[in-house]
């Protein structure tokens, strides 16, 4: 997501840039029907140059190339009828334009920095990331079935050189047990009253509730875009979300004040659209006591203590007491949830891999040794005590088929994936039109075949 903000930051200034130039635009490329036009590559480079990247290459042979490629994934998606919807991709519009506000300091500001309406500036954004999506489904369409054996994997390792073989940094396995510490009834009372006053004054036509999530709600990811989850099926919601959202009769009306594992909340509807909905919410948060806190860290001090004294074991402990429904069941083991993770689905971590407090208490332990409880912030945005054990430490080292079979198979499936997405461009060249200016044509390309 930081790529694309800086993407799109410096796309602008780039445009910028080129809108005040006197060059007069040409088409320097086509590519099916569609056209590469100069500033288009003038775009590319001046952003490229401001990140500091370089080319392998004359940039003017690079960069059309790479706009070329991705107007044939383009083509397949037409072909394909590959779909993003409008609130996958406004989501990450309405993010970057907030963050891009922020940066220049008001809407004002920006229109006037870029020379361009608001929604001008939308669009652009609209259009870039819905290409960026499409481009990603497509490879991903491509790439589905792709996959490695056992037996495959094991000839790679065997037939790769000495000095290709993957290192494998220092990785951890930990317990951990979470305790959540009494929230007073007086703390909840608050919260509903605020909520309470919130529905009040949409009701009355004081304010609107989209304002209001915008200034109130301890939602950030949904705040920032005033309180909208965006388009979203029942199955994506939490249960207690979805009883309730699914039966707001209209637009108009506040929801009740209900709870979720990550607070209470109002809601309003937005739109129904066949089996998705788009709806506004507000999340409050009720707040812990020092006192209570602290009441949950010695109570988990102590059981600590008595682990280490033998009284109790930790696998025990974790299924009485431990409040996180993710290792509760699973003996405390922590399991990687990083998609783009190589070790996503394994208990195994490098240990900037965990959560921040985590990673601190575990870094020093010795196996078997457990922290001292410290305080931590949940996946739902709720403070919590928690103590960790490290249950095993990998050393870093050379990656073998006996300890790193999953690694390996990454990285096999990953090279397999790249060559599926090679052939397929080079096969692509092979039918697609491409028209490319005399002046632009003294290139070596990565893919000779665009010049038939």
Same mark, same amino acid.
């Given at each position: 997501?930081?790529?694309?903000?800086?993407? !799109?930051?410096? !796309?602008?200034?780039?445009?910028?840039? &080129?809108?005040?130039?006197?060059?007069?635009?040409?088409? /320097?490329?086509?590519?099916?029907?569609?056209?590469?036009?100069?500033?288009?590559?003038? $775009?590319?480079?001046?952003?490229?140059?401001?990140?500091?990247?370089?080319?392998?290459?004359?940039?003017?042979?690079?960069?059309?190339?790479?706009?070329?490629?991705?107007?044939?994934?383009?083509?397949? !998606?037409?072909?394909?009828?590959?779909?993003?919807? @409008?609130?996958? /991709?406004?989501?990450?519009?309405?993010?970057?334009?907030?963050?891009?506000?922020?940066?220049?300091?008001?809407?004002?500001?920006?229109?006037?920095?870029?020379?361009?309406? $608001?929604?001008?500036?939308?669009?652009?954004?609209?259009? $870039?990331?819905?290409?960026?999506?499409?481009?990603?489904?497509?490879?991903?369409?491509?790439?589905?079935?792709?996959?490695?054996?056992?037996?495959? &994997?094991?000839?790679?390792?065997? +037939?790769?050189?000495?000095?290709?073989?993957?290192?494998?940094?220092?990785?951890?396995?930990?317990?951990?047990?979470?305790?959540?510490?009494?929230?007073? *009834?007086?703390?909840?009372?608050?919260?509903?009253?605020?909520?309470?006053?919130?529905?009040?004054?949409?009701?009355?036509?004081?304010?609107?509730?989209?304002?209001?999530?915008?200034?109130?709600?301890?939602?950030?990811?949904?705040?920032?875009?005033?309180?909208?989850?965006?388009?979203?099926?029942?199955?994506?919601? &939490?249960?207690?979300?979805?009883?309730?959202?699914?039966?707001?009769?209209?637009?108009?009306?506040?929801?009740?004040?209900?709870?979720?594992?990550?607070?209470?909340?109002?809601?309003?509807?937005?739109?129904?659209?066949?089996?998705?909905?788009?709806?506004?919410?507000?999340?409050?948060?009720?707040?812990?006591?020092?006192?209570?806190?602290?009441?949950?860290?010695?109570?988990?001090?102590?059981?600590? @203590?008595?682990?280490?004294?033998?009284?109790?074991?930790?696998?025990?402990?974790?299924?009485?007491?431990? *409040?996180?429904?993710?290792?509760?069941?699973?003996?405390?083991?922590?399991?990687?949830?990083?998609?783009?993770?190589?070790?996503?689905?394994?208990?195994?971590?490098?240990?900037?891999?965990?959560?921040?407090?985590?990673?601190?208490?575990?870094?020093?332990?010795?196996?078997?040794?457990?922290?001292?409880?410290?305080?931590?912030?949940?996946?739902?945005?709720?403070?919590? /005590?928690?103590?960790?054990?490290?249950?095993?430490?990998?050393?870093?080292?050379?990656?073998?088929?006996?300890? @790193?079979?999953?690694?390996?198979?990454? /990285?096999? &499936?990953?090279?397999?994936?790249?060559?599926?997405?090679?052939?397929?461009?080079?096969? $692509? *060249?092979?039918?697609?039109?491409?028209?490319?200016?005399? +002046?632009?044509?003294?290139?070596?390309?990565?893919?000779?075949?665009?010049?038939?």
């Amino acid at each position: 997501m930081v790529r694309l903000f800086v993407f !799109a930051c410096f !796309a602008w200034c780039s445009l910028s840039l &080129v809108a005040q130039s006197n060059v007069i635009d040409e088409v /320097v490329w086509v590519v099916g029907d569609e056209p590469i036009f100069k500033s288009d590559v003038e $775009m590319t480079r001046i952003e490229g140059q401001t990140r500091g990247q370089t080319w392998e290459g004359n940039p003017y042979c690079v960069i059309p190339e790479q706009l070329a490629v991705q107007k044939l994934f383009l083509h397949q !998606a037409e072909l394909d009828s590959v779909e993003v919807t @409008d609130s996958e /991709v406004y989501q990450r519009v309405d993010l970057q334009l907030d963050m891009l506000v922020q940066n220049v300091g008001s809407r004002e500001k920006l229109e006037e920095y870029y020379g361009k309406s $608001m929604s001008q500036i939308r669009q652009q954004l609209y259009k $870039m990331f819905r290409n960026d999506l499409m481009v990603s489904k497509v490879k991903s369409n491509l790439v589905a079935k792709v996959n490695a054996t056992p037996t495959q &994997v094991r000839r790679y390792f065997k +037939d790769i050189s000495e000095d290709s073989i993957p290192f494998i940094p220092t990785q951890y396995e930990a317990q951990i047990i979470v305790r959540e510490p009494f929230v007073e *009834q007086s703390e909840i009372d608050r919260v509903k009253a605020e909520l309470r006053d919130y529905t009040e004054r949409v009701n009355k036509g004081e304010s609107l509730f989209s304002t209001l999530a915008l200034m109130y709600s301890e939602d950030k990811g949904t705040a920032i875009r005033r309180g909208e989850t965006g388009f979203m099926t029942r199955g994506q919601f &939490v249960p207690e979300f979805s009883n309730v959202v699914f039966n707001l009769p209209d637009d108009k009306t506040v929801s009740k004040i209900f709870e979720t594992e990550y607070g209470f909340h109002i809601a309003q509807l937005v739109e129904k659209r066949g089996d998705r909905i788009n709806v506004r919410h507000i999340l409050k948060r009720p707040r812990v006591s020092d006192d209570e806190l602290m009441r949950c860290v010695n109570g988990l001090d102590t059981i600590a @203590d008595e682990i280490r004294r033998g009284v109790y074991k930790f696998d025990e402990c974790v299924q009485h007491i431990s *409040q996180d429904k993710d290792t509760r069941n699973n003996y405390g083991i922590m399991v990687n949830t990083d998609e783009e993770s190589e070790r996503y689905g394994s208990s195994k971590f490098e240990i900037q891999e965990f959560p921040t407090e985590v990673a601190k208490n575990l870094v020093n332990l010795n196996i078997g040794e457990i922290s001292k409880p410290f305080v931590m912030v949940n996946k739902n945005g709720k403070e919590v /005590v928690a103590i960790v054990k490290l249950k095993n430490k990998i050393n870093g080292h050379k990656a073998t088929i006996t300890e @790193d079979y999953q690694i390996l198979h990454s /990285v096999l &499936v990953e090279k397999l994936q790249n060559e599926k997405l090679e052939n397929w461009i080079k096969e $692509m *060249q092979k039918t697609t039109y491409v028209k490319i200016n005399d +002046d632009w044509k003294n290139c070596e390309f990565r893919y000779p075949g665009w010049i038939k």
